[in-house]
Every structure is written in structure tokens, then in C-alpha cells.
């Protein structure tokens, strides 16, 4: 496949960044289309970690066009700290058309939380989102553009009660000096997409899992944008029929940040277990995340709403061990089964699990370099999974490093 999409198929933190990031050499352009620094993309290589919230996964590779497009929220202070924490060559462009996320977004986001308690990293993002669609929002274009002072200093005014003990004049001229490190790297990144789509492989990067999709995810403890294959078009400028297949990238257990249902949650000694063997706490945040079996509802339901091509289950060496490991298959609501996701939230709490029991395996398999030298239980479980997606699996992580991954069949 070509033109292709890496995205989450559960509630994000599924590993996105590593397969993006292993597939990059392949890839000529890696394409960030939704979200802002509420992401977290961690990506080992080298024996080095990166930490990546902005930026795109391909961002490591000095041979990749990596592109921030107009689906993005972004907040100049973080690109800032970011991308001056690089020690390689790089090549980014970021859409004239994307949001800017500005200091009184972060403070209402805070207040709103407050109230609302739906478990926001605290960054600003909803309402920076939340002003683009009230149509009040400040687009890069005109955050570099000849009139920003103006413009800077207009929205601060309107926004001082977000903006106690803060000097406007200094903040704008902070402001103004990270529009102007911005600016170099800002481009009509629709034109430059639909010059390359032809001649170049494009990876298209979501943040977030499709769970946590403003329209299909479990609202309203969602994020504030889609990170489905299908908002690609109109968060980057390309015409729908340019993307040719979608990696579900999902983990081989289920994990979930902040609050909202969660059917397949783990709670005592295994959970616990399996947090800290995966080190599962939030690369954003640092919350130490929910723990639960895999739920293939939610993969399917992922399928359905979003179009996934194939899977990537990332950390399976997290299950080894285990005496026994399962996978839920459908939910019990009000005494009936289910096989997909309720609208409402409060329906999809009332569902129980319903699931099935695989044996696992004791054998060591981070070092494993191909499908076949699998044990033979830890295959049968990506067989099974395979089985109740009908989705083929193409990868299979099995550690942390960019080495640590099996193709088991050609992505790109």
C-alpha cells in the first residue's frame, strides 16, 4: 500500500509513534493531520528515548518530509521547546491553515475541567478547537503574518480575565518572537501534499485512537477532533481517494487515560502488573493509565467507523508470562449481547464483558525476529485476533526499540 495511515484503534497510547517511526524509512513524507500537544509519541532508537508531542513520528529521520497540517492545534511555546531538543537534521513543514493554541486556551481548559472532569490533559486543546469552529481562533498565517501584534494583542485584551498577573505587552512580545521562529517552516501544506501525493509514499500520523473520536468516540470523554482515516481530507487539504488503506495500530491489551467506560478494565495485582511491566503511564501527563483485556468490540467497531487495513499489535512481550490471557468478544447490555459500541455513555457503562480465554506463554520473546519463532501460544493469540477482527495482522512489536518489531506481512 501506498498513501497509507497509522492510527489508534482504541483509546490512544497504543504505540502509534514506534510503527510510524519503524515504517518512516520506507515513507517519504510522514504527515501529523489532527490534534496538538496532548499527544504523546514515545520512540526508542538508539538506546536514546524521544519524547514527541507535535511533532510528527518521522521527525527522527533526516530523509523524511515531515508535515504539522491544518487539522492541528498548535502550541508555538511547545513546538518551540520541541524542536530545539533535536540533535539531527531535519525537514517540516507546518500548514498556513492549522490553529494556534495560545496561553488563555491552557487556563480555560484548566476552569472547564474543573467543572467538567473529563480528563483532559490540561493543554489547552478543546478550547483552542472550540474558537476555530466559533470562528474567533488565530490560524498560523496570521500568527507569522505582517499583522500579528495587532491580532496578538486584540485576543489577549479580549481574554484577560484567563490572563491574571500577566503583562499583555510582554506577553505579546514573547509571542511575536515565537511567530517569528515559526515562520521558516510554514507553507501551504495542502498545495505542497497534492504536489507529492503522486511520486511520494505518505504516511498519514493520527494522534489519539479512534475511542476517543469527537464523533464516534465515547462522548463526551473524548479529544476534540477525529483521528479516523476518514477525517484525513479535510485536515490536510487531499482528496479522500488519495489514501489508500489505514494500520490499526493496537495494543495487545487495552489501556485508558482519564475518566469515561472502560468494559474490559482490570483493577488489583494483574493490573498493577501489567502498568508497570508496560510501563504504562501517560508520556503527556505521566497519570498512571487504566489497564484491560483486549476488546474486540472496540477493534471492530474501530474498523467500521474509520477503515482499518491491517493490524499492528504493539507490546505482547507485556503478556508474557501470564497463565492465561482473554480477549473480550461481545458485551452483555441489560441481559442482551451486543456486538458494537452504544451511542450513549451511559449505556456503554452498563456493559459487561463478555470474553473468551487463551493460554499464554512463559518464553522471552524480545528478542524474537520473525513470526514463526513465536511460542506457539503467543501465535495462536494473534491468530485469534485475527480470527474475530478479520483483520490481518502486518506487525507484531515486541519491545520498545525500532528492532524490536516482526513484519509478518509487507506494509509499505
Not at 85 to 95: Q, R, V
Not at 204 to 213: N, P, W
Amino acid at each position: 500500500m501506498e498513501n497509507i495511515a497509522v492510527l489508534g484503534t482504541q483509546w490512544g497510547d497504543e504505540g502509534k509513534g514506534k510503527i510510524t517511526d519503524y515504517l518512516t524509512s520506507r515513507a517519504d513524507v510522514v504527515v501529523r493531520y489532527q490534534g496538538g500537544n496532548n499527544a504523546g509519541h514515545t520512540v526508542k532508537f538508539d538506546g536514546k528515548k524521544y519524547a514527541l508531542h507535535l511533532l510528527p513520528s518521522g521527525i527522527l529521520n533526516p530523509k523524511t518530509i515531515n508535515v504539522m497540517a491544518n487539522g492541528m492545534v498548535i502550541n508555538p511555546e511547545a513546538f518551540y521547546d520541541e524542536l530545539s531538543k533535536l540533535e539531527n537534521s531535519f525537514n517540516l513543514y507546518i500548514s498556513d491553515r492549522a490553529h494556534i493554541v495560545l496561553p488563555y486556551h491552557i487556563e480555560k481548559d484548566k476552569r472547564n475541567e474543573t467543572k467538567d472532569n473529563i480528563g483532559t490533559t490540561h493543554k489547552g486543546i478543546g478550547p483552542t478547537y472550540e474558537d476555530k469552529y466559533g470562528r474567533r481562533g488565530v490560524r498560523v498565517a496570521d500568527f507569522v503574518g505582517p499583522h500579528n501584534k495587532e491580532i496578538l494583542t486584540k485576543k489577549f485584551e479580549e481574554n484577560k480575565a484567563y490572563l491574571s498577573n500577566v503583562d499583555i505587552n510582554e506577553l505579546v512580545s514573547k509571542y511575536l518572537e515565537l511567530a517569528n521562529f515559526m515562520k521558516s517552516y510554514v507553507k501551504d501544506t495542502s498545495y505542497l501534499l497534492n504536489e507529492m501525493v503522486h511520486t511520494k509514499k505518505i504516511l498519514f500520523e493520527g494522534a489519539q485512537g479512534v475511542l476517543l473520536c469527537i464523533d464516534h468516540g465515547t462522548f463526551p470523554y473524548v479529544t476534540s477532533s477525529s483521528p479516523t482515516a476518514a477525517s484525513i481530507p479535510i485536515n490536510t487539504g487531499l482528496a479522500p481517494w488519495f489514501i489508500k488503506g489505514a494500520i490499526g495500530v493496537t495494543k495487545a491489551y487495552s489501556t485508558r487515560v482519564g475518566n469515561g467506560p472502560f468494559p474490559s478494565e482490570l483493577f488489583g495485582e494483574l493490573a498493577d502488573k501489567i502498568r508497570i511491566i508496560g510501563n504504562e503511564f501517560g508520556t503527556t501527563t505521566g497519570r498512571p493509565r487504566r489497564i484491560g483485556w483486549l476488546d474486540t468490540v472496540v477493534i471492530n467497531y474501530s474498523k467500521r467507523v474509520s477503515g482499518i487495513s491491517t493490524l499492528a499489535i504493539t507490546l505482547l512481550d507485556v503478556l508474557t508470562g501470564l497463565d492465561e490471557i482473554k480477549i473480550v468478544t461481545k458485551y452483555l447490555l441489560d441481559g442482551k449481547e451486543i456486538d458494537s459500541i452504544p451511542a450513549s455513555v451511559k449505556d456503554f457503562e452498563r456493559c459487561e464483558p463478555m470474553t473468551i480465554s487463551l493460554p499464554g506463554w512463559k518464553e522471552d520473546i524480545t528478542q524474537v525476529k520473525s513470526f514463526d519463532e513465536l511460542p506457539t501460544n503467543a501465535k495462536n493469540y494473534i491468530k485469534k485476533i485475527e480470527e474475530l477482527t478479520g483483520i490481518p495482522v502486518s506487525i507484531v512489536s515486541v519491545g520498545p526499540d525500532r528492532i524490536q518489531t516482526i513484519e509478518v506481512k509487507p506494509v509499505l
